[in-house]
């Protein structure tokens, strides 16, 4: 069972608090940083407010330290200069973790399906289970997307997803009998793709590879028939000049843009050749399928 011990204080000095509490032997702490989101060209930023007070929470267990809550009390303190009657306390009996994620039925037969998985009469799922990794399938970047692989037949086809993160779009062009796959992304996603692929029972040629797109050596070098891309216009722009994806993709899916930044996003494809064949738009997100003849 834990104890827990509950301080207010400005975000600002969450790490000076934090550090004073090591000193002293008190390790576990948890607070959530007071975030404000802006508008900027490229999408959204977050913004942290130093000022605003947050709950800074200090856990301990009997089972680790001993005369709690008394010791914690005295910890708190004398390390941090604080009197008792600040200190707010509980003892937890059971802790509980209300995470879960509601299936979402994209609207075009296709439902995703987080565990645990349900079954739906005359409908296809989408087993997925995001684990670590970015990308949950609750964006609606990501949905719009599998609206539009789901309703494509990839057979014999080959398929680059970059910034793949935990590997929603590459299991979709999988289920819709993609050949080849190949997933790129900055963070270690190997695990939570080959999950997935489990997970929905596939067993397509799938190559994943860790790296940083916009930097260092790594290079995109085959030829792909589709190219996903799901992240941010500007970033996108600056992936496809870098590794002259124009020319290594005929079908393009790109997501993750904001309807005030898709400028540079069509001019760039329609000036090499490339024609808009679908665009979807969920509140300001828009996403673009753009294909190229010959």
């Known amino acids: 069972m834990l104890h827990e011990f509950t301080i207010k204080i400005p975000y600002g000095q969450a790490d000076e608090i934090t550090e004073k509490l090591n000193v002293v032997g008190i390790y576990n702490v948890y607070y959530e940083a007071p975030i404000e989101v802006v508008v900027i060209p490229n999408g959204y930023d977050f913004e942290e407010q130093s000022e605003e007070k ?27 200069h604080m009197k008792q009657k600040d200190v707010s306390y509980q003892f937890l009996t059971k802790v509980e973790s209300d995470f879960s994620l509601e299936d979402i039925d994209l609207g075009n037969g296709w439902v995703i399906s987080y565990p645990d998985y349900k079954t739906y009469e005359n409908k296809c799922v989408l087993k997925f289970d995001p684990q670590a990794a970015f990308g949950t399938g ?21 398929v680059l997803d970059l910034g793949s993160g935990s590997g929603i779009l590459t299991t979709a062009a999988a289920l819709k009998n993609a050949r080849k796959l190949k997933a790129v992304d900055f963070e270690p996603v190997r695990r939570e793709l080959v999950h997935n692929f489990k997970l929905n029972d596939l067993h397509n040629e799938l190559t994943i590879e860790q790296a940083d797109l916009l930097a260092g050596e790594y290079k995109v070098k085959d ?17 496809i000049q870098r590794h002259s994806l124009l020319d290594k993709s005929k079908h393009f899916i790109l997501s993750g843009l904001v309807e005030w930044n898709i400028e540079g996003v069509l001019e760039t494809f329609l000036s090499a050749g490339f024609t808009i064949q679908q665009r979807l738009q969920s509140a300001e997100w828009v996403t673009l399928h753009f294909d190229k003849k010959g």
């Not at 030829?223 to 992936?239: R, S, V």
Request: one cysteine or more.
């Open 223 to 239: 030829i792909y028939d589709w190219t996903f891309i799901n992240i941010g216009a500007d970033e996108a722009l600056e992936i």
């Open 138 to 158: 609750l964006h609606e970047t990501t949905q719009d997307c599998l609206r539009i692989i789901l309703e494509k037949d990839f057979v014999s086809q080959s």
């Open 54 to 80: 947050i709950d800074f929470k200090i856990y301990a267990s009997d089972v680790e330290v001993e005369n709690l809550p008394a010791s914690y009390f005295q910890l708190i303190e004398e390390s941090l």
